[in-house]
């Protein structure tokens, strides 16, 4: 759903709106029938996920702790 802690996900994922479960339905069904839409969202969500590193979160958390 297009909840705020999602929002730094810009691609990379499918939202609709909040508990419109018609929509959601037919986004599934869609990426389920459309191979080359699931893939370039897939591509999207991997190059997205190269941004982040055990250690970059790590450093992170432990300065916010620190």
């Not at 802690?5 to 929509?23: A, P």
């Not at 190269?50 to 958390?61: A, C, H, I, L, Q």
């Amino acid at each position: 759903y297009k909840l705020p802690v999602f929002e730094t996900f810009k691609k990379g994922m499918v939202k609709v709106g909040i508990l419109d479960n018609k929509s959601m339905y037919r986004e599934i069904l869609d990426l389920l029938v459309d191979e080359g839409r699931l893939a370039r969202i897939s591509d999207e969500a991997l190059e997205f996920s190269r941004g982040f590193s055990w250690e970059r979160t790590g450093g992170e958390v432990y300065n916010l702790i620190k």
